[in-house]
T-cell receptor, first 113, second 115 residues
Framework: DQQVKQNSPSLSVQEGRISILNCDYT??????FLWYKKYPAEGPTFLIS?????DKNEDGRFTVFLNKSAKHLSLHIVPSQPGDSAVYFC????????????FGSGTRLSIRP | ETGVTQTPRHLVMGMTNKKSLKCEQH?????MYWYKQSAKKPLELMFV???????ENNSVPSRFSPECPNSSHLFLHLHTLQPEDSALYLC??????????????FGDGTRLSIL
Protein backbone atom coordinates (compact mmCIF):
# COMPACT_ATOMS: atom_id res chain seq x y z
CA ASP A 1 0.00 0.00 0.00
CA GLN A 2 1.54 3.29 -1.12
CA GLN A 3 1.84 5.84 1.66
CA VAL A 4 2.61 8.67 -0.77
CA LYS A 5 0.47 8.88 -3.88
CA GLN A 6 0.76 10.96 -6.99
CA ASN A 7 -2.39 10.12 -8.88
CA SER A 8 -1.55 12.00 -12.07
CA PRO A 9 1.18 10.21 -14.01
CA SER A 10 1.47 13.13 -16.43
CA LEU A 11 0.57 16.79 -16.82
CA SER A 12 0.90 19.17 -19.78
CA VAL A 13 0.98 22.93 -19.20
CA GLN A 14 1.51 25.85 -21.54
CA GLU A 15 4.65 27.90 -21.07
CA GLY A 16 4.04 30.89 -18.84
CA ARG A 17 1.04 29.38 -17.08
CA ILE A 18 0.90 27.84 -13.63
CA SER A 19 1.77 24.15 -13.12
CA ILE A 20 0.12 22.46 -10.15
CA LEU A 21 1.35 19.04 -9.10
CA ASN A 22 -0.58 17.17 -6.44
CA CYS A 23 0.32 14.59 -3.83
CA ASP A 24 -1.65 12.73 -1.17
CA TYR A 25 -0.35 10.80 1.80
CA THR A 26 -1.87 8.37 4.23
CA UNK A 27 0.51 8.26 7.20
CA UNK A 28 -0.42 10.90 9.78
CA UNK A 29 3.04 10.54 11.35
CA UNK A 30 4.66 12.24 8.35
CA UNK A 31 5.89 15.67 9.37
CA UNK A 32 8.33 16.60 6.61
CA PHE A 33 7.55 16.76 2.91
CA LEU A 34 9.78 17.23 -0.07
CA TRP A 35 9.59 17.67 -3.82
CA TYR A 36 12.25 16.38 -6.16
CA LYS A 37 12.71 16.96 -9.87
CA LYS A 38 14.28 14.39 -12.18
CA TYR A 39 15.58 14.76 -15.71
CA PRO A 40 16.25 11.66 -17.85
CA ALA A 41 19.59 9.99 -17.13
CA GLU A 42 20.08 12.06 -13.96
CA GLY A 43 19.31 11.47 -10.32
CA PRO A 44 16.49 13.28 -8.50
CA THR A 45 17.32 16.87 -7.53
CA PHE A 46 15.95 18.32 -4.31
CA LEU A 47 13.63 21.25 -5.05
CA ILE A 48 11.78 22.40 -1.97
CA SER A 49 10.54 21.06 1.36
CA UNK A 50 8.00 21.93 4.01
CA UNK A 51 7.65 21.04 7.66
CA UNK A 52 4.25 20.15 9.07
CA UNK A 53 4.31 23.24 11.28
CA UNK A 54 3.86 25.33 8.14
CA ASP A 55 1.22 25.36 5.44
CA LYS A 56 3.22 27.14 2.77
CA ASN A 57 6.81 27.48 1.70
CA GLU A 58 7.99 29.56 -1.22
CA ASP A 59 11.27 29.58 -3.13
CA GLY A 60 11.32 31.69 -6.26
CA ARG A 61 8.91 30.25 -8.81
CA PHE A 62 8.19 27.21 -6.62
CA THR A 63 5.65 27.14 -3.80
CA VAL A 64 4.60 24.11 -1.80
CA PHE A 65 1.27 24.07 0.02
CA LEU A 66 0.43 21.62 2.79
CA ASN A 67 -3.10 20.76 3.91
CA LYS A 68 -2.65 18.50 6.92
CA SER A 69 -6.33 17.87 7.52
CA ALA A 70 -6.70 16.60 3.96
CA LYS A 71 -3.28 14.91 3.97
CA HIS A 72 -2.55 16.69 0.73
CA LEU A 73 0.26 18.77 -0.62
CA SER A 74 0.83 20.51 -3.89
CA LEU A 75 3.67 22.12 -5.78
CA HIS A 76 2.95 25.27 -7.75
CA ILE A 77 5.35 26.45 -10.44
CA VAL A 78 4.70 29.87 -11.86
CA PRO A 79 5.46 30.91 -14.49
CA SER A 80 6.18 27.52 -16.05
CA GLN A 81 9.28 27.38 -18.26
CA PRO A 82 10.46 24.79 -20.83
CA GLY A 83 13.26 23.70 -18.47
CA ASP A 84 10.63 22.66 -15.95
CA SER A 85 9.74 19.65 -18.13
CA ALA A 86 10.77 16.72 -15.96
CA VAL A 87 9.39 14.07 -13.61
CA TYR A 88 8.45 15.44 -10.20
CA PHE A 89 8.48 13.22 -7.12
CA CYS A 90 6.67 13.98 -3.90
CA UNK A 91 8.22 12.49 -0.77
CA UNK A 92 7.56 12.39 2.96
CA UNK A 93 9.21 11.33 6.18
CA UNK A 94 8.45 11.16 9.89
CA UNK A 95 10.79 12.55 12.55
CA UNK A 96 10.63 9.20 14.34
CA UNK A 97 12.29 7.58 11.33
CA UNK A 98 13.86 10.57 9.63
CA UNK A 99 16.20 8.51 7.45
CA UNK A 100 13.25 6.80 5.72
CA UNK A 101 11.94 9.08 3.03
CA UNK A 102 8.95 7.57 1.24
CA PHE A 103 8.58 8.58 -2.41
CA GLY A 104 5.57 8.80 -4.68
CA SER A 105 5.63 7.33 -8.15
CA GLY A 106 6.12 10.67 -9.87
CA THR A 107 4.30 12.99 -12.27
CA ARG A 108 5.77 13.76 -15.67
CA LEU A 109 5.37 17.48 -16.38
CA SER A 110 5.60 18.69 -19.97
CA ILE A 111 5.71 22.40 -20.71
CA ARG A 112 4.47 23.14 -24.21
CA PRO A 113 5.32 26.34 -26.12
CA GLU B 1 27.38 18.52 -10.43
CA THR B 2 25.29 17.15 -7.58
CA GLY B 3 28.10 16.48 -5.09
CA VAL B 4 27.26 12.78 -5.15
CA THR B 5 29.15 10.73 -7.74
CA GLN B 6 28.23 7.20 -8.74
CA THR B 7 30.27 4.80 -10.85
CA PRO B 8 29.81 3.10 -13.17
CA ARG B 9 26.86 4.82 -14.84
CA HIS B 10 25.92 1.64 -16.70
CA LEU B 11 26.64 -2.00 -15.87
CA VAL B 12 25.70 -5.19 -17.67
CA MET B 13 26.48 -8.41 -15.88
CA GLY B 14 25.62 -12.06 -15.94
CA MET B 15 23.88 -13.79 -13.07
CA THR B 16 27.07 -15.47 -11.88
CA ASN B 17 29.25 -12.36 -11.94
CA LYS B 18 30.42 -10.32 -8.97
CA LYS B 19 30.57 -6.56 -9.33
CA SER B 20 30.48 -3.48 -7.13
CA LEU B 21 28.78 -0.12 -7.39
CA LYS B 22 30.57 2.86 -5.94
CA CYS B 23 29.27 6.11 -4.51
CA GLU B 24 31.22 9.11 -3.23
CA GLN B 25 29.82 12.28 -1.72
CA HIS B 26 31.62 15.62 -1.46
CA UNK B 27 29.00 17.42 0.63
CA UNK B 28 30.34 16.74 4.11
CA UNK B 29 27.29 14.64 4.96
CA UNK B 30 27.17 11.92 7.59
CA UNK B 31 24.48 9.65 6.20
CA MET B 32 24.44 7.69 2.95
CA TYR B 33 21.71 5.65 1.30
CA TRP B 34 21.13 3.08 -1.43
CA TYR B 35 17.85 3.13 -3.35
CA LYS B 36 16.49 0.93 -6.12
CA GLN B 37 14.20 2.27 -8.82
CA SER B 38 12.50 -0.31 -10.99
CA ALA B 39 10.44 0.63 -14.03
CA LYS B 40 7.16 2.35 -13.15
CA LYS B 41 7.70 1.92 -9.38
CA PRO B 42 8.59 4.45 -6.70
CA LEU B 43 12.10 4.64 -5.32
CA GLU B 44 12.66 1.86 -2.77
CA LEU B 45 15.04 2.43 0.13
CA MET B 46 17.52 -0.44 0.46
CA PHE B 47 20.14 0.55 3.05
CA VAL B 48 20.99 3.48 5.31
CA UNK B 49 24.36 4.24 6.86
CA UNK B 50 24.80 6.95 9.47
CA UNK B 51 28.34 7.77 10.61
CA UNK B 52 29.49 4.56 8.86
CA UNK B 53 27.08 2.37 10.83
CA UNK B 54 24.24 0.56 9.06
CA UNK B 55 20.97 1.77 10.55
CA GLU B 56 18.47 0.40 8.03
CA ASN B 57 18.26 -2.75 5.97
CA ASN B 58 14.93 -2.73 4.23
CA SER B 59 14.60 -6.51 3.87
CA VAL B 60 17.10 -6.58 1.03
CA PRO B 61 18.23 -10.02 -0.25
CA SER B 62 21.73 -11.04 0.81
CA ARG B 63 22.94 -11.01 -2.81
CA PHE B 64 23.22 -7.26 -2.23
CA SER B 65 25.97 -6.44 0.26
CA PRO B 66 26.64 -2.82 1.25
CA GLU B 67 29.90 -1.46 2.60
CA CYS B 68 30.60 1.98 4.07
CA PRO B 69 34.29 2.44 4.89
CA ASN B 70 33.85 6.12 5.80
CA SER B 71 31.20 8.83 5.68
CA SER B 72 32.17 9.83 2.14
CA HIS B 73 32.15 6.44 0.43
CA LEU B 74 29.52 3.78 -0.03
CA PHE B 75 29.68 0.55 -2.01
CA LEU B 76 27.10 -1.99 -3.06
CA HIS B 77 28.60 -5.40 -3.75
CA LEU B 78 26.58 -7.56 -6.10
CA HIS B 79 26.74 -11.32 -6.57
CA THR B 80 24.50 -13.96 -8.06
CA LEU B 81 21.88 -11.41 -9.11
CA GLN B 82 18.59 -12.25 -10.77
CA PRO B 83 17.03 -10.68 -13.88
CA GLU B 84 14.47 -8.89 -11.69
CA ASP B 85 17.36 -7.00 -10.07
CA SER B 86 17.77 -5.02 -13.28
CA ALA B 87 17.00 -1.44 -12.25
CA LEU B 88 18.44 2.00 -11.60
CA TYR B 89 20.42 2.05 -8.36
CA LEU B 90 20.66 5.46 -6.75
CA CYS B 91 22.94 6.61 -3.98
CA UNK B 92 22.06 9.57 -1.78
CA UNK B 93 23.55 11.44 1.16
CA UNK B 94 22.29 13.80 3.82
CA UNK B 95 23.21 15.43 7.09
CA UNK B 96 22.61 13.29 10.16
CA UNK B 97 18.89 12.42 10.00
CA UNK B 98 18.80 11.78 13.74
CA UNK B 99 19.19 15.52 14.18
CA UNK B 100 15.91 16.11 12.41
CA UNK B 101 14.45 15.83 8.96
CA UNK B 102 16.98 16.47 6.20
CA UNK B 103 16.73 16.48 2.41
CA UNK B 104 18.70 13.76 0.67
CA UNK B 105 20.92 14.58 -2.27
CA PHE B 106 21.16 12.00 -5.04
CA GLY B 107 23.76 10.83 -7.49
CA ASP B 108 22.87 10.14 -11.12
CA GLY B 109 22.57 6.40 -10.55
CA THR B 110 23.92 3.20 -12.03
CA ARG B 111 21.72 1.54 -14.65
CA LEU B 112 22.15 -2.18 -13.98
CA SER B 113 21.12 -4.87 -16.45
CA ILE B 114 21.29 -8.56 -15.53
CA LEU B 115 21.55 -10.97 -18.43
Amino acid sequence: DQQVKQNSPSLSVQEGRISILNCDYTNSMFDYFLWYKKYPAEGPTFLISISSIKDKNEDGRFTVFLNKSAKHLSLHIVPSQPGDSAVYFCAASARSSASKIIFGSGTRLSIRP
Amino acid sequence: ETGVTQTPRHLVMGMTNKKSLKCEQHLGHNAMYWYKQSAKKPLELMFVYNFKEQTENNSVPSRFSPECPNSSHLFLHLHTLQPEDSALYLCASSQDPQGGNQPQHFGDGTRLSIL
